[in-house]
């Protein structure tokens, strides 16, 4: 029913991400977390158009300690940032922010992995009846129930996050009409 689709996907973005955290891994750094945050950013397309400022923000949160433990905390401490006098919440970046620096613990939220979710759910009710994803407690439930339902604990959190994606953009993506049923795309 999944298929394979996640085993495809290498894309140089994480690789490149990945080789910029061995240069700056904590926060530390304000010049590190204004690089990592701007790469975030564009390639993966979160659209924050004052990452200057998220980056100070996320400079002075001291998030280290709680990002190594995996505190899901941290990823609202991340998202929740005041722009020219409103509050923001960049929650999707958040959780790329985190999971490149602890991807066993930091899942990713994305609007593909959202409509795929639930499309599952109202197919199969495999979680119960929250299902409040912009929630990030709430989320990393929602993706176990999910992994426990179809049987997929042997993924880990990346390849369970590819598939997501991947599958989630398939059947999301403006080439496929948003009516067909999930089961019946393999």
């Known amino acids: ?30 010049t590190g977390v204004l690089i990592k945050s701007t790469i975030i950013n564009t390639l993966y397309s979160t659209q924050i158009r004052a990452i200057v400022i998220v980056a100070k923000h996320i400079f002075g949160l001291n998030i280290d ?36 620096h602890n991807p066993d613990h930091y899942p990713i939220y994305d609007s593909y992995v959202d409509k795929l979710l639930r499309a599952y759910q109202k197919e199969d009710r495999f979680s119960s009846e929250t299902f409040d994803l912009k929630e990030y407690r709430r989320f990393k ?5 999910f992994q426990n339902f179809y049987g997929l ?32 795309i393999t």
């Open 141 to 145: 439930e929602v993706l176990k129930d």
């Open 65 to 100: 300690i709680g990002l190594k433990q995996g505190d899901p905390q941290i990823v609202e401490q991340i998202a929740r940032v005041t722009i020219k006098g409103k509050e923001r919440r960049n929650y999707a970046f958040a959780t790329k922010y985190c999971s490149f």
């Open 1 to 30: 029913m999944f298929g394979k689709q996640w085993e495809q996907i290498g894309p140089a973005e994480e690789d490149a991400i990945r080789e910029l955290l061995k240069i700056f891994p904590d926060n530390r750094d304000y």
């Open 153 to 184: 604990g042997d993924l880990n959190a990346k390849e369970l996050d590819k598939f997501l994606w991947s599958y989630g953009k398939e059947v999301f993506g403006p080439s496929m009409p948003k009516s067909e049923s999930l089961l019946s």
